[in-house]
Nanobody, 126 residues
Framework: QVQLVESGGELVQPGGSLRLACTASGPSFSRNAVGWFRQAPGKGREFVSH????????AYADSVRGRFTISRDNTKNTVYLQMNNLAPEDTAVYYC???????????????????WGQGTQVTVSS
């Protein structure tokens, strides 16, 4: 069983930066590929980024590519999402998900994730 806790969300001005963290409890988090998704008010959950178990492979949604960077530190059981040049349309609750251990790569499909955190609110507004 993997339990995930997201942190780092807050109110930020347009053009600002935030770093979100997804910290796992449970054994061997390095064996789980991880994805970040977000859900804006009145919308469905959408893919943001994912990273493989080792951190050597990742992917981004077109809307965030070049502004967001995903990384992981398996010694700290944590996956990060560095978000730069934030815009109001980035406002959402951000969730991290972890895949089952037999999956090396992340996925851009929500249904491929077995474990989820409770989310952290990111608000971009002046």
């Amino acid at each position: 069983q993997v339990q995930l806790v997201e942190s780092g969300g807050e109110l930020v001005q347009p053009g600002g930066s935030l770093r979100l963290a997804c910290t796992a409890s449970g054994p061997s988090f390095s064996r789980n590929a991880v994805g970040w998704f977000r859900q804006a008010p009145g919308k469905g959950r959408e893919f943001v980024s994912h990273i493989s178990r080792s951190g050597g492979s990742n992917a981004y949604a077109d809307s965030v590519r070049g502004r967001f960077t995903i990384s992981r530190d398996n010694t700290k059981n944590t996956v990060y999402l560095q978000m730069n040049n934030l815009a109001p349309e980035d406002t959402a609750v951000y969730y991290c998900g972890a895949r089952d251990r037999d999956q090396y790569y992340g996925s851009d499909r929500e249904r491929d994730y077995l474990y989820w955190g409770q989310g952290t609110q990111v608000t971009v507004s002046s």
